[in-house]
């Protein structure tokens, strides 16, 4: 999720397409959320592991 993130953010600032900069960002944000939370053994969801 932070990659394509990532390469959202990339793509709206070369293209200057201010949607995929928002999306890219609000992915980011999320993808770091859900990694941090994921390290801390916490489980999201109900779940422990989404692999």
């Known amino acids: ?3 394509l ?3 959202l953010l990339v793509l709206g600032a070369l293209l200057n397409i201010p949607i995929l ?6 992915l980011v944000v ?3 959320i ?3 939370l994921g390290s801390m053994d916490r489980g999201i969801g109900g ?4 692999y």
């Open 34 to 36: 859900l990694w941090i």
């Open 5 to 7: 993130g990532v390469i």
């Open 1 to 3: 999720m932070i990659i």
């Open 30 to 32: 999320v993808g770091a």
């Open 47 to 50: 779940r422990r592991h989404y």
């Open 21 to 26: 900069y928002t999306i890219g960002g609000v």
